[in-house]
């Protein structure tokens, strides 16, 4: 009878132990970023361009506010600076020919967009871009000046590592018009930007 009770209450107090264990309920990686109705963000990295597109460091500053479950209105402020070496010169038609390389020039761009943010991907949240924007571009020792009208598109990851706080990289392709003076006219804008920073949660 005594056997019976002990193994009894070893069994019960047993069951009891394994009912009280803490269960695992953190959801998958990921699942609970969100990136809030808005958020700011700034980034630095690299652009490249050629002929009488700016090149250089890049830095960007981003205002992000929710339209709509996956969309959000991304206003972007951004600076770019390179070298100002001369790099224009006349032809035998004394037309004026620019050939700045890659990371030459600079400019000042306010552009505005949309950045669509997709489900997570284990750490990662996928996003694409979209935006259209207005830049005064200047290279400096050729007294080159210039409105652009850039068109940019790309895409990236961010990924959560505060509850207000991810990491943000992307990268995008540059495509676009200006109206330039020294008689120049209107030439092309092309060229790619690869950025990386941090995004902030606002209240």
């Not at 700045?100 to 997709?118: N, P």
């Not at 950025?195 to 949660?201: I, L, P, V, Y």
């Amino acid at each position: 009878m005594h056997r019976r009770l002990i193994l009894a209450l070893v069994l019960f107090g047993g069951g009891g132990a394994r009912a009280d264990e803490p269960v695992d309920t953190a959801a998958p990686a990921g699942a609970d970023d969100d990136p809030g109705d808005q958020s700011v963000a700034g980034e630095l990295g690299l652009a490249s361009g050629g002929r009488v597109t700016p090149g250089g460091v890049r830095v960007a500053a981003h205002y992000y506010y929710q339209l709509a479950d996956q969309d959000w209105f991304d206003g972007t402020a951004a600076f770019t600076y390179g070298s100002g070496d001369a790099q224009c010169f006349r032809d035998r038609m004394d037309a004026v020919i620019c050939d700045h390389g890659i990371a030459d020039g600079s400019a000042l761009e306010i552009a505005g967009g949309v950045r669509r943010v997709f489900a997570a991907q284990g750490q990662f949240r996928p996003f694409l871009r979209a935006a259209i924007g207005i830049a005064v571009v200047r290279f400096g020792d050729d007294d080159v000046t210039g409105v652009a009208f850039p068109l940019h598109a790309g895409g990236g990851l961010r990924a959560r590592v505060s509850p207000t706080i991810a990491v943000v990289g992307e990268g995008e392709v540059v495509l676009g018009f200006g109206a330039f003076n020294r008689g120049l006219g209107i030439e092309p804008q092309l060229g790619l930007a690869v950025t990386a920073g941090a995004e902030f949660r606002l209240p």
